[in-house]
C-alpha cells in the first residue's frame, strides 16, 4: 500500500476515535454485540476468539474466559499501551500481546478480530497462506493472505510472528491455531473475518478437486485498484 494512502487512513481512524473519545460506555457496548455476533455466525467456536477497539493509549478487548452469552460491557478490558491493565478489571483475552502488537505496528487499525473458524484454521493447520486463488483476495489488501509460523498461543513471539504475517494487509493465519482480521471499524474487522473464511472454504474445496489456478500480481493489481472505488456509492447532490 502506498505511504499516501496509510496517511488517509491513519487520519480517518483518528478522526473517527476523536469523535467517540469520551463514548467508551458504546465501544464496550459495541465489542460485547460484536463478541455475539462472532459467537452466533459460528466464527469462533466454544470461547474461542476475541475482539478489540483502539482507544487513546490503548485498546478495549473482550476478557479471557466468558462466553459471549454472559458477556457484559464492563466486562470489557482497558490495556494500555504499555500492556498495563487498571485494578480492578477482568483479565484480558489471552491473545491481548497480538491486538496490542498489530496496534502498535499499524496506526491506521482502529478493530482486530481473531477467530478459530473452521477453514482458515484448517489452512493455517497446513502452515498454507492463501494465494490469489480468487480476485476477492484483494479484499485484504494484497495478493494473499499469509500464514504466520507456529509460536504458543499467548506468547510475545506470537504476537510478533501475527504483525509480521499481517504487514500492510488486512488479515493473517497464526499456524496451528486461526485467523485474525482488521479493520478501520469493529464493523468492518467482522465482515473481513466472515469474508476470510469464506475464501478459505472456496479454497479448501478447490484443492479438494485439483490444482487452483493462480492470477497473476498484474491482474491482481488491477483488481486492487478497482477495489478502491468497489460498492461505493456516489452521492447524489439534491437540486435546489
Ligand atoms: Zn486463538
Known amino acids: 500500500m502506498k505511504r499516501t494512502a496509510v496517511r488517509r487512513r491513519v487520519a480517518r481512524v483518528l478522526q473517527k476515535r476523536a469523535s467517540t473519545s469520551g463514548a467508551t460506555p458504546n465501544l464496550r457496548a459495541e465489542i460485547v454485540g460484536t463478541a455475539l455476533r462472532l459467537s452466533s455466525s459460528g466464527l469462533s467456536p466454544g470461547r474461542s476468539g476475541n475482539v478489540s477497539m483502539r482507544i487513546d493509549n490503548g485498546m478495549l478487548i473482550t476478557p479471557t474466559g466468558i462466553g459471549a452469552g454472559e458477556l457484559r460491557p464492563a466486562d ?32 491506521d487499525v482502529g478493530a482486530v478480530v481473531h477467530t478459530h473458524s473452521l477453514n482458515a484454521t484448517a489452512l493455517s493447520c497446513l502452515h498454507r497462506s492463501i494465494p490469489a486463488f480468487h480476485y476477492m483476495i484483494a479484499e485484504f489488501g494484497g495478493d494473499r493472505v499469509s500464514c504466520a509460523p507456529y509460536a504458543t498461543y499467548g506468547s510475545d513471539e506470537l504476537a510478533r510472528f501475527a504483525v509480521k504475517a499481517l504487514g500492510l494487509r488486512e488479515a493473517c493465519l497464526l499456524a496451528n491455531h486461526g485467523a485474525v482480521a482488521v479493520g478501520e471499524s469493529l464493523r468492518q474487522a467482522f465482515e473481513r473475518a466472515g469474508t476470510l473464511e469464506a475464501l478459505a ?38 437540486k435546489s
Request: proline share 1%.
Open 76 to 107: 470489557i478490558v482497558e490495556v494500555r499501551l504499555d500492556g498495563r491493565v487498571a485494578a480492578g478489571q477482568r483479565v484480558a483475552s489471552s491473545e491481548w500481546r497480538v491486538h496490542l502488537g498489530i496496534y502498535k505496528a499499524r496506526a
Open 201 to 238: 472454504a472456496q479454497y479448501a474445496r478447490a484443492l479438494q478437486i485439483g490444482r487452483p489456478r493462480l492470477l497473476s500480481s498484474r491482474e491482481m493489481a488491477r483488481v486492487i485498484e478497482k477495489f478502491k472505488t468497489y460498492g461505493k456509492q456516489t452521492e447524489v447532490k439534491a
